[in-house]
């Protein structure tokens, strides 16, 4: 007997890098997770899709995440 599969949920991120406790950037958006990941894969997967984002500086120095923050989207 097989089971139906269970909806995909969508989250609604926002995470902010520091750089030398002076420059901060934010970012935000939504990400479905696939099925079987866990908050710390979606975390590690957001984070470094961001990472690459920004400027090529701050990659190659010392950068840190000062915030993170991982919700359900939907509001009902």
Do not use: K
């Not at 926002?14 to 406790?21: A, G, K, L, Q, W």
């Amino acid at each position: 007997m097989s089971h139906p599969a269970e909806p995909l949920v969508e989250y609604c991120f926002i995470i902010t890098f520091s750089h030398r406790e002076q420059d901060l950037m934010t970012f935000s958006g939504t990400y479905t997770p696939s099925p079987g990941m866990t908050r710390h894969d979606v975390y590690t997967t957001i984070r470094a899709d961001h990472v690459r984002r920004l400027p090529s500086h701050i990659q190659s120095s010392h950068y840190q995440v000062t915030y993170f923050s991982l919700e359900r989207n939907q509001l009902t």
